[in-house]
């Protein structure tokens, strides 16, 4: 009813090509901002920021990372975990070494040193490509996260082998290590996650996402057209390795306070981010936040959920559950909907349009 | 682009170019050596301990380079094996199997968890409760062959490789889960002796020193041999083989000449299931049955891309390759790199391969037309 | 129609009526090529002349794709050389080519499946589009004023082809006979010096087949864009075209006027087939 795009014309190039054209759209999205700086914060519980809304949204950045790459350049990644490592660690080394300069600078800034990783391990991707591809990021992934676990200059010569997050303030409210609050972690976490959603959007509206697709859909074609391969894939690494980089780092520092690379960096984790890609929808930002979303609060809901029906369950079938299911999940969207819950988001809101009508 | 077409664009000038690199890196070699032999580096500088010491050492204790190499030789031989049972599914199907390391692990677990569950059942334990459990074995998993076959493979037809690849990704989740829930997440240790796979060890005496074999790992080699026989003649020479091969090249031009891809489906994810039960009865004598051995088939990955997807002697080759650098790069250079680089030391081998042969040493080059 | 693109079209783009003995704008002189043993040119030397329809045409498998595939620099021949715009060139990028003035479209549809018509035919601006990676971050200001102005000309393309009902939708699921259009479109997004067409009118019905003539046609008067097209329907080359090469077996076998060709005995021969 109230979702009508009727009498909203376009009459610029620029109304026309604006990522929310239609004004319902803009007003929904400035509704979910909203909710998600004052109503989440106020409403939900520790456990709520904890468990469910800083991982979501740490994920959604890795997982719009790895959706630049595969969704929509079209190159297989595996080793998302190993660029979020670097990402962990850079930030690590740099805020021991300069503490005077404000955190959240370096979770950014710490983004470019794994884009240089990421452009390092992407060059194969120049002369090979599917699943040889695949494979090859796999020796990004192997080499990172024996790195993190053999190079103790890493992890500062901890005598635990981990990064321990140290406190560090942003305008004299402690953001993160152990005195920090979780409302504090939680609205610098989503202020960085639109930040650079925004960017995103922009890039993929844009020549470069253009240059992407096309080279995801017909590599060929894309060249004879002036497209320069080298460029676009590498530019696909560099900016796929920063937003995992600074999602690695945001990992780290605002929601687990400490890592061990063994777990948080390993190959189950690259595979976690790309389920939630290819279950949100390659090559859709929105899809990206959908995904991470269901796939880190699923064990919560079934943990839950399942004895609140009746469903007696103990911690260890949980967790085999919840492993059946993601792999349900896969392959249920990828022979129903390989656009994945992008795809229904968009048949909802269609739906929505001609409501009450069927079309 | 094709490097092919452009590798043959200008002649003599393009073969100096290619020569270039193993021309520079041969002088860098004769370098080395003239600098270590003059006494300009030694023990303690990078050079000298990556490229002098590794091969002084081989040369001081050759028995114990023998020992390594024949280790490597029995780890290569399982990688193969895995490698074999993606290679299987990949020529025959076009699908990139994932999920053929947990395949494995799941055929060892249903092995051993089917004995075990015979032998509290009140059977005598034995040779033959094993061959029981083998036959069972078998059946579950002609059974997961044709499960796969109807819920994911047939909704799938016709799609692009990458999403059957995907899909098999979630394959792995859900054998994962539904194994763990079955058979529970400890460690089983494989009916070794019940099946009748030797024990014992041989020591040799070779080259000044000791060599000793497992007669498991022999019988290993043997058995990997024999399938691998086995399987080429089938897929090159039985009418199955020709149709699998067809379906490979395209699931739409062989549906219309009347290949049932159904059948085919299912008769290659069998022969896969086999392949994964011989390789987990063979890798889980050798350490204990659990799903920490899905690790093994990541370790096959970098096995394909050295072999290339398409080739059977390509992920035989690959195989050992992979498995005795491995182990000899651990051994003698590990220790430099501070040990553990056993994860990652055979990707990057493969990735090396790679930029040389962009499609592994026996895969099939496609000439891109358009 | 034809006034909205005149309008559109930039100052650069020379609108000099075609010329039947204008200078030489592309020669190809004695270029072979060969896949392994397999020789799929062998020897030929022709040229393009500013402002052309130039047709290739030839039995299957005669190297006629071949050849165009050598002149956008996506094959590289093992002997010969090619001029274009007056300057030898070397082995060369695709990419290269395209900066040169080089469009093309493919014999199997070569678009972006996945994008929107749109899409596809600003993709064939990137080489026109400058705006760095910092601009492009933000997208608004400068690159989102180059956006449209580059929409602006693309719009001017989707008039010309009258494909504006479909100017949303991905080209996937776009009929063949449109896909063909658009990716016209999309060549013609690079304002082209030459404009490759390998079979534009492959598969498609009568009506189809004019209305892609026409297209051509217009392309030619209106951006004076120089045309070399390989084509089956012998009609439609004979129309189309002011001179004629005719490939067999990787080798030139005549070379002139639709007239002088169809008398040609080889070319006869050829399409008739005799002993070799």
């Known amino acids: ?359 | ?370 | 129609m034809s006034d909205a693109m005149t309008r559109m079209a930039p100052a650069d783009v020379t609108m000099a009526a075609p010329a039947r003995d204008g200078e030489v704008l592309l020669k190809v002189e004695d270029v072979s090529l060969s896949f392994g043993g397999v020789k799929a040119i062998q020897g030929v030397s022709f040229d393009i002349r500013k402002g052309e329809i130039r047709a290739i045409i030839g039995p299957n498998g005669a190297g006629k794709t071949s050849m165009l595939n050598v002149i956008n620099g996506f094959y590289h021949p093992q002997q010969g050389r090619i001029t274009f715009k007056g300057n030898v060139r070397s082995a060369m990028r695709p990419h290269e080519a395209a900066a040169g003035g080089i469009a093309r479209t493919f014999q199997n549809v070569a678009l972006f499946k996945g994008m929107s018509t749109i899409d596809n035919i600003m993709a064939g601006r990137s080489l026109k589009m400058k705006r760095g990676f910092g601009w492009q971050l933000w997208r608004g200001g400068p690159a989102l004023a180059e956006d449209v102005a580059h929409r602006r000309f693309v719009e001017g393309i989707i008039d010309f082809l009258e494909i504006q009902a479909i100017r949303k939708q991905p080209v996937g699921r776009l009929p063949y006979g449109l896909q063909k259009r658009v990716e016209l479109g999309r060549a013609l997004a690079m304002e082209p010096d030459l404009l490759l067409l390998d079979e534009p009118m492959a598969g498609m019905n009568v009506e189809e087949k004019e209305d892609m003539c026409r297209f051509i046609l217009d392309t030619r008067e209106q951006f004076g864009t120089t045309i070399a097209l390989i084509e089956h329907d012998m009609g439609v080359v004979m129309d189309l075209s002011d001179r004629v090469v005719v490939l067999d077996y990787g080798r030139k076998i005549a070379d002139g006027t639709p007239d002088e060709v169809k008398a040609d005995q080889s070319v006869i021969d050829a399409y008739l087939g005799v002993a070799h």
């Open chain 2, 1 to 370: 682009m094709s490097d092919a077409v452009i590798a043959k664009g200008d002649g003599d000038a393009a073969r100096w170019r290619k020569a270039l690199p193993a021309l520079a890196t041969l002088g860098a070699l004769a370098a080395i050596v003239a600098a270590a032999m003059t006494g300009v580096i030694a023990r303690g500088n990078l050079v000298y301990d990556v490229f002098i010491d590794p091969f002084i050492a081989i040369a001081s204790l050759p028995d114990l380079f023998v020992q390594t190499v024949w280790e490597g030789f029995v780890a290569g031989v399982l990688y193969a094996l895995i490698a074999l049972g993606f290679v299987l599914i990949y020529k025959a199907s076009g699908v990139f199997n994932f999920a053929q390391g947990i395949m494995v692990v799941f055929a060892a677990l249903t092995l051993v968890g089917l004995y075990e569950f015979m032998d509290n059942a009140g059977l005598p334990a034995g040779g033959f409760l094993a061959l029981l459990a083998l036959v069972l074995t078998l059946a579950v998993m002609f059974a997961l062959a044709v499960t796969v076959e109807r819920v994911v493979l047939r909704p799938l037809v016709n799609q692009p490789e990458i999403i059957l690849f995907m899909a098999t990704f979630g394959l792995t989740y859900v054998l994962i889960g539904f194994g763990e829930m079955v058979f529970g997440g400890n460690p089983k240790v494989m009916i070794t002796q019940a099946l009748g796979l030797p024990t014992g060890v041989s020591d040799f005496a070779i080259l000044g020193g000791r060599v000793s074999i497992q007669h498991l790992d022999v019988a290993a080699a043997i058995i990997a041999t024999t399938m691998i026989a086995c399987l080429a003649f089938f897929f090159q020479y039985t009418r199955i083989g020709r149709a699998l091969r067809a379906v490979a090249d395209s699931h739409k031009a062989a549906l219309s000449v009347g290949i049932t891809l159904n059948q085919i489906w299912i008769v290659v994810w069998f022969a896969a299931g086999i392949v994964a039960l011989v390789t987990g009865i063979m890798w889980g004598a050798r350490s204990d049955v659990s799903f920490a051995l899905d690790i093994i088939a990541l370790k096959a990955l970098p096995v394909l891309i050295l072999g290339g997807f398409t080739s059977i002697p390509g992920a035989i080759i690959g195989g050992l390759i992979i498995g005795i650098g491995e182990k000899l790069g651990e051994f003698y250079w590990g220790p430099l790199f501070g040990n553990g680089i056993e994860t990652w030391f055979a990707y990057i081998i493969a990735l090396i391969f790679l930029l040389f042969r962009p499609h592994g040493l026996f895969g099939e080059k496609i000439i891109e037309r358009i």
């Open chain 1, 1 to 359: 009813m109230y979702y009508r795009e009727t009498g909203q014309y376009k009459t610029s190039y620029i109304g026309d090509m604006a990522v929310f054209p239609i004004r319902q759209d803009r007003i929904g999205i400035a509704l979910i901002l909203l909710a998600a700086y004052v109503g989440i914060p106020a409403l939900s519980s520790e456990f709520v920021l904890k468990t469910i809304m800083i991982p979501s949204l740490v994920f959604a950045l890795a997982a719009i990372g790895l959706n630049i790459l595969v969704g929509y350049t079209g190159l297989i990644s595996l080793g998302t975990a190993g660029f979020m490592g670097v990402g962990a660690y850079a930030c690590y080394k740099l805020t021991l070494a300069f503490p005077e300069i404000n955190i959240v600078v370096w979770i950014i800034a710490s983004g470019f040193f794994s884009a240089a990783i990421g452009v390092l391990f992407g060059l194969p991707s120049l002369r090979i490509k599917g699943f040889y591809l695949a494979v090859a990021t796999l020796a990004a992934q192997f080499f990172l996260q024996w790195s993190f676990v053999r190079v103790p200059w890493l992890f500062n010569y901890n005598t635990s082998g981990s990064i321990e997050v140290p406190t560090r303030t942003l305008m004299g409210v402690a953001i993160t290590g152990p005195t920090a609050s979780l409302e504090a972690k939680y609205l610098i976490c989503l202020t960085i996650v639109v930040l650079l959603t925004w960017l995103a959007s922009n890039l993929v509206h844009g020549r470069v996402g253009r240059a992407w697709m096309a080279v995801r859909d017909m590599d060929i074609a894309a060249e004879l057209m002036g497209i320069k391969l080298f460029e676009a894939k590498l530019l696909a690494f560099a900016v796929s390795s920063f937003y995992c980089g600074v999602a690695g780092a945001m990992a780290v520092f605002l929601w687990l306070g400490g890592a061990e690379a063994g777990t948080e960096f390993s190959i189950q984790r690259s595979f976690v981010i790309l389920f939630i890609v290819i279950i949100g929808g390659l090559g859709s930002l929105i899809g990206s936040f959908l995904g991470a979303a269901l796939l880190v609060a699923q064990p919560t809901i079934l943990k839950f959920g399942l004895p609140a029906i009746g469903i007696p369950l103990t911690g260890a079938n949980a967790e085999h559950i919840n492993s059946m299911i993601t792999g349900a999940l896969i392959i249920f969207f990828l022979i129903v909907e390989p656009l994945g819950l992008a795809r229904l988001w968009q048949i909802t809101k269609q739906k929505l349009r001609v409501w009450p009508f069927p079309y």
